[in-house]
Nanobody
């Protein structure tokens, strides 16, 4: 069983930045990928993208390119989501997820039902 714990969410002014962290409960295997999702009130969950654990390969959804960046620190078993130039419409619950079979690619956006492990999510609120 893999546990994922997000942290770093909160309230930020429009135009500001936040960095979310996703820490795993134990060292993930080399083939594991970690993805980031968000869900705004009244909207469907959407995938920002994913990053491989060891190969530093990334997949970004089109809307996430440019303002969102994934990174990982293997020594800390932690994956990061850096969010810049935040807008009020970025307000959502942000979650990380992990899977051993899905590579960083479009299935993270189209088949999130296949993702094995999910964090509890953290609120990000962008004030105008």
């Amino acid at each position: 069983q893999v546990q994922l714990v997000e942290s770093g969410g909160g309230l930020v002014q429009a135009g500001g930045s936040l960095r979310l962290s996703c820490k795993t409960s134990r060292r993930t295997f080399d083939m594991w990928t970690v993805g980031w999702f968000r869900q705004a009130p009244g909207k469907e969950r959407e995938c920002l993208g994913a990053i491989s654990w060891s190969r530093n390969t990334t997949y970004y959804a089109d809307f996430a390119k440019g303002r969102f960046t994934f990174a990982r620190d293997n020594a800390k078993d932690t994956v990061y989501l850096q969010m810049n130039s935040l807008k009020p419409e970025d307000t959502a619950v942000y979650s990380c997820a992990a899977d051993a079979a899905l590579l960083p690619s479009t299935p993270w956006a189209t088949r999130s039902d296949l993702v094995s492990y999910w964090g509890q999510g953290g609120q990000v609120t962008v004030a105008s």
